[in-house]
């Protein structure tokens, strides 16, 4: 694979060294692209060295090879590390005064950060801010780990370790779409996977939600778009961040809102799905008067409003009475066991109330399940047989249950 390594101006990109030699060891070209203040750390010779390929920081080398576009198009993988207080400001803020500005910008590659400063700027609010909205676009951040820092100090800002590094590059190439030519085994399938949790209004500013992030839902887009299934996913209020590995993965995303609406792109898209998965957690109840204008205290005067809700249409239960032959539908349960029950036997009545050929179980409290980025399910099939139980990251488990599918198809 083409990576690019940002190597900007911090004490930690000696360690640098280190990732772009691991890297080449794995059989990657490795082009580093380093800011002018890090040649004070660790000088060009060394970087051309270890890459075999020539290093400059300068958009006027070079030129006729456009290299101040060509390095971030022609990447699968851009990683800064270590990425300073300043070059994440920088990024946020879509700076392209050197190469890797200009770099980062021409990409459409996943795009990797490992942090490396002290504490206090890690922590300080403009930091955190520059990270969230990096975040909110998808860039993925490494670290920083807590340890010693470079003066007597210690608090989290150390990079992350090199081999560390490595293993979330080779992860994060891992989830991108499968390489141009290879057949994934779900190639030749059309699947519409729903994610996230529908709000319903209350009035123009408030609703009804759940905590449900989206991460699984998308989790199983991404694993299905990987094995080469033609995907398609249908976002209720999925956390930008979360939902740009979709985009990124080239899976087309519709957004809805409500129930009402992420039924009517079901309904939509169904007819020629071969899979339907709804991990979206849908709201049971809408509520039934939606105000027009925010509901004020001044208007209420005293008298707390009472909220009328009436039932939702079961979405699921909507599209297994639609199903066209040789569709699989599958389901989701987030279920807290009450006492004297086992979450299987709470799932298999669920399994046969919504009648999908398997529901895909998992448990849920104050504390589990959600905003979370590991899970455990229990996959139910239409025998009320219990056909895996993974758990992991939810990755690992959307895999999984990519797996159970193909395996039902069969
Ligand atoms: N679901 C749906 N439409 C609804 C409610 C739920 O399609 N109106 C789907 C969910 O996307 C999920 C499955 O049904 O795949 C189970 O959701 P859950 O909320 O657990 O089911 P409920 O029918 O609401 O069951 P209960 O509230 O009794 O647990």
Same mark, same amino acid.
């Given at each position: 694979?083409?990576?690019?390594?940002?190597?900007?101006?911090?004490?930690?990109?000696?360690?640098?060294?280190?990732?772009?030699?691991?890297?080449?060891?794995?059989?990657?070209?490795?082009?580093?692209?380093?800011?002018?203040?890090?040649?004070?750390?660790?000088?060009?010779?060394?970087?051309?060295?270890?890459?075999?390929?020539?290093?400059?920081?300068?958009?006027?080398?070079?030129?006729?090879?456009?290299?101040?576009?060509?390095?971030?198009?022609?990447?699968?993988?851009?990683?800064?590390?270590?990425?300073?207080?300043?070059?994440?400001?920088?990024?946020?803020?879509?700076?392209?005064?050197?190469?890797?500005?200009?770099?980062?910008?021409?990409?459409?590659?996943?795009?990797?950060?490992?942090?490396?400063?002290?504490?206090?700027?890690?922590?300080?609010?403009?930091?955190?801010?520059?990270?969230?909205?990096?975040?909110?676009?998808?860039?993925?951040?490494?670290?920083?780990?807590?340890?010693?820092?470079?003066?007597?100090?210690?608090?989290?800002?150390?990079?992350?370790?090199?081999?560390?590094?490595?293993?979330?590059?080779?992860?994060?190439?891992?989830?991108?779409?499968?390489?141009?030519?290879?057949?994934?085994?779900?190639?030749?399938?059309?699947?519409?996977?729903?994610?996230?949790?529908?709000?319903?209004?209350?009035?123009?500013?408030?609703?009804?939600?759940?905590?449900?992030?989206?991460?699984?839902?998308?989790?199983?887009?991404?694993?299905?778009?990987?094995?080469?299934?033609?995907?398609?996913?249908?976002?209720?209020?999925?956390?930008?961040?979360?939902?740009?590995?979709?985009?990124?993965?080239?899976?087309?995303?519709?957004?809805?809102?409500?129930?009402?609406?992420?039924?009517?792109?079901?309904?939509?898209?169904?007819?020629?799905?071969?899979?339907?998965?709804? +991990?979206?957690?849908?709201? /049971?109840?809408?509520? #039934?008067? $939606? %105000? &027009?204008?925010?509901? *004020? @205290?001044?208007?209420? !005067?005293?008298?707390?409003?009472?909220?009328?809700?009436?039932?939702?249409?079961?979405?699921?239960?909507?599209?297994?009475?639609?199903?066209?032959?040789?569709?699989?539908?599958?389901?989701?349960?987030?279920?807290?066991?009450?006492?004297?029950?086992?979450?299987?036997?709470?799932?298999?009545?669920?399994?046969?109330?919504?009648?999908?050929?398997?529901?895909?179980?998992?448990?849920?409290?104050?504390?589990?399940?959600?905003?979370?980025?590991?899970? +455990?399910?229990?996959?139910? /099939?239409?025998?009320? #047989?219990? $056909? %895996? &139980?993974?758990?992991? *990251? @939810?990755?690992?488990? !959307?895999?999984?249950?990519?797996?159970?599918?193909?395996?039902?198809?069969?």
């Amino acid at each position: 694979m083409n990576i690019v390594v940002g190597v900007t101006g911090g004490i930690a990109a000696y360690k640098s060294v280190q990732l772009v030699r691991l890297l080449v060891q794995s059989g990657h070209e490795v082009h580093v692209v380093p800011t002018a203040d890090a040649l004070r750390f660790v000088g060009l010779p060394t970087w051309e060295a270890i890459s075999r390929h020539p290093v400059t920081t300068s958009v006027h080398d070079d030129v006729a090879s456009v290299r101040h576009v060509a390095l971030g198009q022609a990447a699968d993988l851009v990683v800064v590390a270590p990425a300073t207080a300043h070059t994440l400001a920088r990024m946020a803020a879509g700076l392209a005064d050197d190469l890797l500005g200009t770099t980062l910008l021409a990409t459409r590659a996943p795009v990797l950060v490992a942090p490396a400063m002290h504490t206090e700027m890690w922590l300080h609010a403009a930091t955190q801010a520059n990270v969230r909205a990096l975040e909110d676009r998808g860039v993925r951040v490494i670290g920083p780990e807590s340890g010693q820092l470079t003066g007597d100090d210690s608090g989290p800002g150390r990079m992350s370790e090199p081999e560390a590094i490595r293993a979330e590059i080779e992860r994060i190439l891992a989830e991108a779409a499968p390489a141009a030519g290879t057949r994934g085994d779900a190639a030749g399938l059309r699947v519409v996977v729903s994610a996230g949790g529908t709000r319903e209004p209350i009035d123009p500013v408030r609703y009804l939600g759940n905590r449900s992030s989206g991460r699984q839902g998308v989790e199983v887009a991404l694993a299905a778009a990987a094995r080469g299934a033609d995907t398609v996913l249908v976002a209720a209020n999925v956390e930008p961040g979360i939902l740009a590995a979709a985009t990124r993965a080239g899976i087309a995303v519709r957004t809805v809102g409500s129930a009402a609406e992420l039924g009517a792109a079901m309904e939509d898209l169904a007819p020629d799905a071969d899979v339907l998965v709804m +991990a979206a957690a849908v709201a /049971d109840y809408r509520v #039934a008067n $939606v %105000a &027009e204008r925010k509901l *004020t @205290k001044e208007a209420a !005067a005293g008298t707390p409003p009472t909220l009328e809700l009436v039932e939702n249409a079961d979405i699921l239960v909507g599209l297994v009475a639609a199903r066209k032959p040789g569709q699989t539908i599958v389901g989701f349960a987030a279920e807290m066991p009450a006492e004297g029950e086992t979450l299987l036997e709470r799932g298999i009545r669920k399994r046969r109330r919504k009648g999908v050929d398997l529901l895909a179980v998992n448990a849920v409290g104050w504390d589990a399940g959600f905003e979370r980025p590991t899970n +455990a399910l229990t996959l139910i /099939d239409a025998h009320d #047989a219990v $056909v %895996a &139980e993974p758990s992991g *990251t @939810k990755r690992e488990t !959307a895999e999984a249950l990519i797996d159970a599918i193909l395996r039902l198809r069969a």
